[in-house]
């Protein structure tokens, strides 16, 4: 899979859906000077190329919850499983697996408590863990939605403008209800009470924190 843009084209297409994620095709045409049908066969194909994705967030992580990013060694032969329950985590926001066998998970609650809970309980306690280590995010530096690839030119930049609100009939908030039936799976009770976890496979586990600052 390719990890850059083929052209300088494919570079400012990008740059733009940075910019403004919602604009139609027929306004990028007129900043980009492309047709909207051509536009949106260049984004099929970058999406089809895995060179673009599309993500989102609610906006409460930056402003009213906790998060920290928690390193997770493994035992041999554990990772799949392991992977497997924390892909059904709604307050894992990221999962990443590293060659050596460890997790790097991405992670956002509503209070201390239940951060609390998570990092030195609910995550050692998983199958085949052998130890946690947690970064506390004290402060953030920047985002990464703010980053872009500055292919366009300032001009063309301006005239895009930045991101645009949702559609009506988009949701306007995270229904909790729908979280529900993954926090279930992990026996997870409300407000940050202590959780009873899957019990874990015989082996000494452990968690530590440490402050970070997230970059």
């Known amino acids: 899979m390719p990890d850059m843009p083929n052209s300088d084209e494919d570079a400012r297409l990008i740059h733009a859906l940075q910019l403004a994620p919602r604009a139609p095709w027929s306004e990028l045409s007129r900043v980009l000077s492309v047709s909207p049908t051509a536009l949106a066969q260049r984004y099929a194909r970058l999406r089809d190329s895995g060179l673009v994705r599309i993500t989102g967030h609610p906006t409460w992580i930056e402003t009213r919850h906790n998060a920290a990013f928690a390193e997770i060694d493994v035992e041999p032969g554990s990772l799949a499983a392991a992977t497997a329950i924390l892909t059904g ?52 530096l920047k985002s990464g939605e703010r980053w872009n690839l500055r292919a366009l030119e300032p001009e063309q930049a301006a005239r895009i403008g930045g991101h645009r609100p949702p559609r009506a009939r988009a949701a306007r908030g995270l229904d909790r209800r729908s979280a529900a039936p993954s926090s279930r799976r992990w026996g997870a009770t409300v407000a940050g009470r202590r959780r009873n976890w899957p019990a874990n496979s015989g082996s000494a586990n452990s968690g530590s924190m440490m402050p970070s600052r997230c970059s």
Not at 102 to 125: H, K, M, R
């Open 89 to 140: 985590v709604p307050m894992a926001l990221t999962l990443d697996a590293t060659a050596s066998g460890t997790l790097i998970v991405s992670i956002t609650v509503p209070d201390d408590l239940e951060l609390a809970a998570l990092l030195t309980d609910g995550l050692p306690s998983l199958p085949g863990v052998r130890e946690v280590r947690a970064h506390l995010v004290t402060s953030r």
